[in-house]
């Protein structure tokens, strides 16, 4: 019934800066807590960042903290990670998610809807 689409990956340098954007369908965003995860090559699925359904409350992996900023505009039906002092081991597919519960967790398990995936190739 959900439907999550992201956008905005590519190939950026090491240091520069990226976007992501996620938009979402099917029912009302505002009622959705909403996170981003990313997956690198053989390694397993992570959180980068969760928000709260009114962008009150914010999560951030340790690792990401200073560096990325998680938004959302919920009139646009639209989520975003705004990357900045990316680094190589940070080149993976970048995943939306949105979840029925309104606490920001960081557990996959917990993610009711996925999107497709968004490449984010960061090079030295």
């Known amino acids: 019934q959900v439907r999550l689409v992201e956008s905005g990956g590519g190939l950026v340098q090491a240091g520069g800066s990226l976007r992501l954007s996620c938009a979402g369908t099917?029912?009302?965003?505002?009622?959705?807590?909403m996170g981003w995860f990313r997956q690198g090559p053989g390694k397993e699925r992570e959180f980068v960042a969760a928000?709260?359904?009114?962008?009150?409350?914010?999560n951030y992996h340790d690792s990401v903290k200073g560096r990325f900023t998680i938004s959302r505009d919920n009139a646009k039906d639209t989520m975003y990670l705004q990357m900045n002092s990316l680094r190589p081991e940070e080149t993976a597919v970048y995943f939306c998610a949105a979840r029925h519960g309104t606490t920001v967790v960081s557990t996959a398990q917990y993610y009711n809807y996925w999107g497709q995936g968004t490449q984010v190739t960061v090079s030295s």
């Open positions: 928000i709260s359904l009114t962008g009150y409350l914010t």
């Open positions: 099917g029912r009302t965003f505002s009622s959705l807590t």
